[in-house]
């Protein structure tokens, strides 16, 4: 196991280790958000015109397909937001709630990353069935998925504290009001390297989307997955401190 990840589980190797266990930490939370953007915008550019992780903003569409009785609008908000539901239902299971004294990245982080992996791993593999041109069911059951998934990295997120990977309206509330009263907090950089990893990953996923929509899988997994293979050894350590 390398020194990186007993950082990660909680141990204790010499040299200012709480502060590189939550440098890591901070990292990977910011690689997450990649996925996130991507993710979001290959729903709303080809499946629906609806967000995966945007609860807010399929709310609102929500009412605005009621006020246009638009059924379409309605379905894909609605399909949205309940395959969130039923991914924060399902990671919530696993990754449970923060805990006093737990590792800065605990294992049940990673298991439920694990598992929105298979999950999006899935959705790309449909993906491709559909020849990267969903329509109907496929389409439908993309978009849930793809919603599910984010419900889970949002649970897996919130076991490692206050901070969010997906519902990032706090995030740059927080980042302004500092700017207001001139006081930066400790996590104003992961803060700030989660909305510019949103924003990028949502450009890249657009990109992959309308340009070249075989390569969406890749743009969806590849952060997801190599957060995964980092902070495995947390989840193969389940018995370290913490």
């Known amino acids: 196991m390398t020194t990186n990840s007993a ?3 909680g141990r204790q190797p010499p040299g200012n280790t709480p502060q590189k266990a939550t440098r890591l930490r901070d990292t990977l939370v910011v690689v997450l958000a990649l996925t996130t953007g991507a993710v979001d915008a290959v729903t709303y550019l080809r499946l629906g015109k609806v967000f995966s992780s945007v609860i807010t903003g399929n709310l609102a569409l ?27 239902l399902v990671g919530g299971a696993s990754a449970g709630t923060p805990q006093e004294g737990q590792p800065t990245w605990p294992y049940q982080a990673t298991v439920t990353l694990g598992v929105e992996l298979l999950l999006l791993a899935g959705f790309s593999g449909g993906w491709l ?3 990267a041109h969903p329509s109907g069911g496929p389409r439908l059951a993309l978009l ?8 889970m990295q949002s649970t897996a997120v919130r076991r490692l504290g206050q ?3 997906t519902y990032l309206t706090s995030t740059l509330t927080g980042i302004l009001q500092a700017i207001a009263i001139r006081r930066w ?9 989660v909305l510019l990893a949103a924003v990028t990953g949502a450009f890249l996923g657009g990109l992959a989307a309308l340009q070249a929509p075989s390569v969406v899988p890749a743009a969806v997994l590849i952060p997801l997955a190599a957060v995964v293979a980092c902070s495995l050894p947390a989840a193969l350590n389940r018995g370290s401190p913490g």
């Not at 907090?185 to 390297?193: F, K, L, V, Y």
């Open 7 to 9: 950082y990660l589980i």
């Open 185 to 193: 907090p400790s996590e104003w950089r992961r803060s700030t390297g």
């Open 62 to 88: 929500l009412g605005v397909s009621a006020g246009q009785r638009n059924g379409g609008l309605a379905v894909n908000a609605g399909l949205a937001l309940a395959g969130y539901g039923v991914g924060v």
């Open 163 to 165: 901070m969010s990977t």
């Open 129 to 131: 069935a559909a020849g």
């Open 144 to 151: 849930a998925a793809a919603a599910a998934a984010m419900g």
